[in-house]
């Protein structure tokens, strides 16, 4: 793991400096010139030793730069190193903390669904659509020979065949255009199939205002224009579509929305959206209440820090069920006999990659339920779902290769019929957790497996880079250490005997331990020690993370007031010394009257 990739954890910044997200300017300046006069390179005449102060020196000035700029560590507070590497308005800095962390959270949210987009949106697809209501008839529909399976499976039919691609390319740094063939379904013969050609343009004249335009080639020639305006908290726009030929006589179809974030401190947005059409004097009006919530899990066995990691690197949790994001969404919808209410629930693993819905819609005209769920991995993705509804009971799988969707919708009944609908979901349910249990489960298992041996290859080969800079930084850091201890050990203070720093001991993350005494006693102040459980370990000079997301503890052996003891604690918690409870008896208390005391473990 190279130093840059540490750099982009969760506080990794403050762990350089080893101070808590909650230290004050002074504490950070304090720390920062502190550090500076340790691992400034002038002082070292050793080569070795003169390159790993020289690096160590610029990432204590990077870390020093960062939180020492209130805009810069609100930015690293929301989005971590990420948000570092943006441009952001220079008018962002003049607002208050509130309002700044309201606009990160909200571009951290835009930003997720963009990476899922890019995963879950394939450029071309084919769509076959499947009549098997015959397998599922009631038996006085049939008659004679007619009942018998052969026959029933003879009667399945293909109804639809439909293909589509489209192309995108991205034309100067704010416009994008692109160009969709398509082959609509509604023929088992694909050349005898209606067809459109579509081309797109999308243009972004500021960072909140862009237009987007669609023009059919072929007959009806309609045109797209779509207009959208958002800021920090609401967003606007406006889309019509019309047949220039015959505008004058036919009012274009018009949509108006407006969304807004409706809490300061919660992500929960609603919108309001009113649709005007020729056939609809009044238009429609539809209300929708939007709500993520992010969940975790985590136990200190089961643990998982980010999806970035988790899915694309880390070992993640055994189970791979430890933290995802929960979203509610309501919505209603007035349009006369088309009125209807609708509630949507869904949940997505990020460790998994696994996103589970359910969707209700109940109106005046139609009734609906839907159920599905989808998995997406690096090139790949699979998908399955029933849904039930007036128009009948239709079992849907979609298959996603290399950016290209297969499709394939079964109509199991044209009848409104739950019993077949609940029967059905045992198909996908059991596709799910067979694929859970023989296939996900085992690939987490392995992923895990081959990411401890990788680090155990890295962490012990005497060439690495991780090696030498855990040697070169020990010995930068001894001459603090040793002035430490001998202060310590004049009052029957805190001295660390031992200590290491690794995961937790199970069949997989054997051989991970890296020693910290050095680095820990250099730490020690006044008989205290104190590392916040909110800054990774990996950042402060001398520790190393031999394998990151992983579940680790650091393991103490120290004296305090001259009696031995002894500390396990997780990474999620803070570190104190001493305990509570141990107190400092006077220095004449010889170590002879202290070994009565049996080690234990303290989480």
Known sequence: MSSQDQMEGENYLYAVLNLPPTASQGEIRERYRALSITFHPDKQHDLRLKETAAEKFLEIQKAYEVLSDPFLREVYDVLGAEGLSRQWPTELRFKDSEEIKAVLKHWKIDH???????????????????????????????????????????????????????????????????????????????????????????????????????????????????????????????????????WYLF??????????????????????????????????????????????????????????????????????????????????????LNSCIKAEFLLFFHELSLRLKARAEVGLRNVAYIVSAKWVGHRSAFGTGVGLSTKGVILRFQLTYFEQKWTLPITLTPDYDLNLALYTVVIPSAALAIGYQFFLKPRRRAQRARYFEDARRALNDEKSELKRQIESTTLLLQDVARRHMDAERSRAGLIILEATYGPSPDNEATDLDVDVTVPLQSLVHNGQLYISSRTPKSGIPGFLDPAPEAPKSLRIRYLFGNRMHYAEISDSSPVVLPLKGEFCPPPWVTLLTCWDRPFGNVM
């Open 112 to 246: 997720s669904n963009e990476v899922l987009e890019k995963l879950l949106q394939p450029r071309g697809g084919a769509t076959c659509s499947v009549n098997a209501s015959s397998l599922f008839a009631r038996g006085d529909e049939y008659d004679g020979e007619s009942r018998k399976f052969s026959n029933r499976l003879s009667n399945i039919k293909v109804t639809g065949f439909g293909v589509r691609h489209g192309v995108m390319k991205a034309w100067g740094p704010k416009t994008v255009v692109g160009i969709t063939a398509e082959a609509r379904p509604g023929s088992r013969d694909v050349l005898a199939a209606r067809g459109t050609l579509t081309g797109a343009l999308r243009h972004q004249f500021s960072p909140r205002l862009v237009l987007e335009l669609t023009a059919a080639f072929l007959n009806p020639h309609i045109i797209t224009a779509k207009t959208t305006y958002s800021d920090n908290e609401n967003a606007v726009s406006v889309q019509t579509n019309f047949i220039p030929a015959v």
């Open 251 to 336: 009012p274009p179809v018009t949509t108006v929305s407006f969304a807004r974030r409706l809490f300061r401190n919660s992500l929960t947005q609603g919108s309001v959206t009113w649709t005007y059409a020729p056939e609809l004097p009044g238009g429609n009006l539809e209300f929708n209440l939007y709500s993520p919530r992010e969940f975790d899990f985590m136990s200190q066995d089961d643990h998982v820090e980010a999806m970035e990691e988790a899915t694309f690197g880390g070992p993640g949790s055994t189970s791979g069920l430890a933290a995802g994001v929960r979203t509610w969404s309501f919505g209603l919808t007035l349009a006369g």
